[in-house]
């Protein structure tokens, strides 16, 4: 049977190579390892492996997580569906939120953010094939809400997220992160320097078109129990 330890090492092989074969620095994309439904002992068993950036969806199950593993180095990343009740908590216990879609999102999460803590790293959410199913800006709104979150003393705006609709076709699956790509590009904005997109299923293509941060579940902790 293979043990967690093992998938993270096959999926580190994975991301090293897509590095080399588009021409990538080494080392430039970030494997966060997302962990919903999955107990605290797997997140210990791919800790103790070496990982340390960890996306959970769902908040109470996410706080309990945290409390449970305290005692672990752990880099939280938000990177559900945000309601605004739920603000307070993710400004009090995560290091990033990837999955910002509105400026009263963002500004809730900023006068929320305790003044003990650096500044919570913010992804803008953009749902770049516009579904019906899904958060997220429009391409076309990204400008405009990127300078408001930029004023936010209590946010640092890193970058986008996106989870653009499942395709087969290795040059469709390019497609909408090259233009998510460009669209960061002609803002002009180097501080803009993250882009958290790419999974399981399009893990090459995501890193082909610049992604730093790819969010992979199911192949290293396996199928999930919804039940």
Known sequence: MTTIAQRLKQIRSQISAAELAYNRRPGAVLLLAVSKTKPAEDIAAAYQAGQRHFGENYLQEALKKQQELGAYDITWHFIGPIQSNKTKPLAMHFDWVHSVDSLKIAERLNAQRPSGLPPLNICLQVNISDEQSKSGITLAELPQLCEQVSQLPNLKLRG???????????????????????AVAELHRPDLDTFSFGMTGDLKAAIAEGSTIVRIGTALFGERDYS
């Open 160 to 182: 986008v997220m996106a989870i653009p609709a499942p395709q087969q076709d290795f040059e469709l699956q390019r497609e909408p992160y090259k233009a998510l790509y460009r």
